[in-house]
Structures are given as C-alpha cells and as structure tokens.
C-alpha cells in the first residue's frame, strides 16, 4: 500500500477553547489511485491533507508514504519528505507575482533531483504561450495551470490537492480535472483531491467521506466517470 493513514488524531487550542478536527482517521491508498477526500467546512478534511503532507503535526496516529513513516519527523526531515515525495496544489494559486509562468515552475524544478521536462509540461497545460507572462497577466484558469505544472515538475509521487477548483468556474474546473487525470495516467502519480464538490468523486478511483473528524464513508468507484463528461461542476 502506497500511503497508509491509521488512527489519525489532531486538535487545536486549549482549555476551553480545545476542539479536537481529527478523532481517529485511518485510511489506505494504492500506487497511482486518485482519490477524493470530500466533506463540509469544518469536517476536518484539509487538515488530514495537511498532516499528510507535513505541513500540520499529528497529536497521534501513522502516516506511512511508500513505507516511510512522517509522524515524528524533525523538521529538517519533514523538509526532505516535502521535497522529494511531494506536489502541493492549493485553491488560491501562490504564485510569485514577480517572477513570469515558466521561473515560477523553475523554482520547484531547481529543488528536485528528477525533474520533468519544463517545456513538455508548459504544452500538455497549455501555457507555452503565456510562459513569460507574470501571473496578473493570466486569467484565474492559467493561474492555475502555472501552479500545477509548478507542483509537477518535481515529479512528485504524491500530489495532494486541496479545493483545486474552489476558485474556477464550472469550464475551467473540467478543463482543470481533465488535466489531472491525464497527468495521473501519463506518470501514474498518486492523487489525493480535497473538495466539496459533489461531482468530483466520480471520476476517481476511490472516495473518502470526511464528517466530524472521522471516515464516514470510504470505497472504490467501481463506475468511474470521465473529467469531460462530469456535470454540475
């Protein structure tokens, strides 16, 4: 099993003002799924994305990526684990603004041992034209495009996105998923997809329902959907 989550707990605050987002989440992941990860606000969703990805500490629980063990970590390990497992894609874009589409995908692409080729990326997300453009001069789509080929270029094992289309509209958010799972079948990378957008867990590989800090619901899509053929997006 590629990513093997047990027992996973995770509170905020103290005294009264303690509140518990995690109470014992555990969950398996093959090599190559794309997985939804979907709930309310508040149901603790992105915080086990961000204990995943290190950018959260666990109270308790295992979080092993192909065998290795994150809780625990000193910093500099969790640094390393980031850097050569791992693609972030988050809902608002963080981009440099003062560096063009392709030196922002160069950043990523300057840490990491195995990287993609740039311009083999910039043509499969379309942004060969708009690759020295600054990021105020893209539409909320091609920012986006930027942030993904920024994560990818890292050839991550894992790509953990969280509300990937929280901030598109319904065209750009096909065009966007569609992109995903292109990129899931070329490189076989590991997806895990936070959102609570009801349409999206149709088109992956497995689904896991996140309420009040626990699994409510956890199985295989059996009738997978294509990206393009989604509705209600």
């Known amino acids: 099993m590629y990513l093997e989550i047990k027992d996973v707990k995770k509170s905020y605050g103290k005294d009264s003002s303690h509140i518990q987002v995690l109470k014992g989440i555990s969950a398996d992941i093959e090599k190559g ?138 065209k750009t958010s096909r065009d966007i998923l569609i992109l995903l799972e292109k990129i899931n079948a070329k490189y076989n990378t590991t997806m895990l997809i936070v959102t609570h957008n009801n349409s999206i867990k149709n088109m992956v590989h497995k689904v896991i329902i996140v309420k009040d800090g626990l699994i409510k619901k956890d199985y295989i899509n059996e009738n997978r959907v294509p990206a393009a053929e989604l509705e209600d997006l």
């Open 33 to 170: 799924q794309m997985c939804v990860i979907q709930g309310t606000s508040g149901s603790g969703k992105s915080t086990l994305l961000n204990c995943i990805g290190g950018l959260d500490t666990m109270d308790s629980g295992s979080v092993k990526v192909d065998g290795k063990e994150i809780f625990g970590l000193r910093p500099d390990e969790i640094a390393d684990y980031r850097r050569e497992k791992l693609g972030f894609i988050f809902q608002f874009y963080n981009l440099v603004p003062n560096l063009t589409v392709r030196e922002n995908i160069e950043v990523c692409e300057y840490i990491s041992e195995n990287p993609l080729d740039i311009d083999e990326l910039l043509d499969v997300l379309g942004l060969t034209e708009h690759q020295n453009k600054f990021p105020s001069q893209l539409s909320g789509g091609q920012q986006q495009r930027c942030a993904i080929a920024r994560a990818l270029v890292k050839n991550p094992a894992l790509l953990l996105c969280d509300e990937p289309t929280g901030a598109l509209d319904s």
